[in-house]
């Protein structure tokens, strides 16, 4: 089965705190996660991305509607799992109800590993790949309280499409490619999370 998560690395520091990162995957998406070896440069390599392909997106949010319920699993019609309520998942209050959840258990340990690597000073970043770019886009992971994680998560993840699309236009358009090396500390390009759920990506705001 093809993974629904994959993990960016440039080297592995510590292998101990990756395992349980990629073992906490499994558990999730009950899909092994791939190592992919990101670019490395004189620094900053202290990375581990969480990478999210436009192939695989929605099986990565239906992961997720699955575990939290409620109005998340509701918000899936039964065509391929398109979104019929966006704003379910763009609504932050919303987390914090599901993490409470007995089934969210498995995100919540996603959320411990995440939290041990970055003890170990590693930048987390959930990332959307993007073809061409040594380190693709993303959103570095600063909190540790998990309804706003999986809020940040699931956000990026319905916007995959969107991001990659709005990158490789605005690649073409340009005459300097600017966005090889992005703006983040670990050098992927930023993305944001809006307080209203949308999504902001090289100066786009995606407001789906």
Not at 35 to 40: K, M, P, S, T, Y
Request: proline share 4%; aromatic share 6%; with cysteine.
């Amino acid at each position: 089965m093809t993974s629904i998560i994959n993990l960016g690395i440039v080297y592995e520091p510590h292998p101990a705190e990756l395992k349980e990162l990629s073992d906490s995957l499994v558990e999730l998406t009950s899909t092994k996660p791939d190592q992919e070896r990101i670019v490395g440069f004189a620094g900053p390599n202290e990375v581990v991305q969480l990478i999210i392909d436009t192939a695989t997106w929605q099986n990565a949010l239906l992961t997720l509607a699955m575990i939290f319920g409620g109005k998340f699993a509701a918000s899936f019609s039964s065509e391929l799992g398109k979104l019929v309520a966006g704003e379910v998942w763009k609504n932050k209050k919303n987390y914090y109800d599901a993490v409470k959840q007995k089934t969210a258990a498995p995100f919540l340990r996603l959320v411990r590993a995440i939290q041990d690597l970055r003890a170990k000073d590693q930048t987390i970043t959930i990332a959307i790949k993007i073809p061409g770019t040594p380190r693709n886009a993303g959103l570095v992971i600063t909190s540790d309280d998990p309804a706003e994680i999986a809020w940040q998560i699931a956000n990026v993840t319905r916007c995959a499409e969107e991001i990659k699309k709005i990158i490789l236009d605005s690649r073409q358009t340009s005459k300097v490619d600017n966005y090889n090396v992005g703006a983040n500390p670990d050098l992927s390009i930023v993305i944001e999370v809006l307080e209203n759920g949308d999504v902001r990506i090289l100066n786009v705001t995606i407001v789906n």
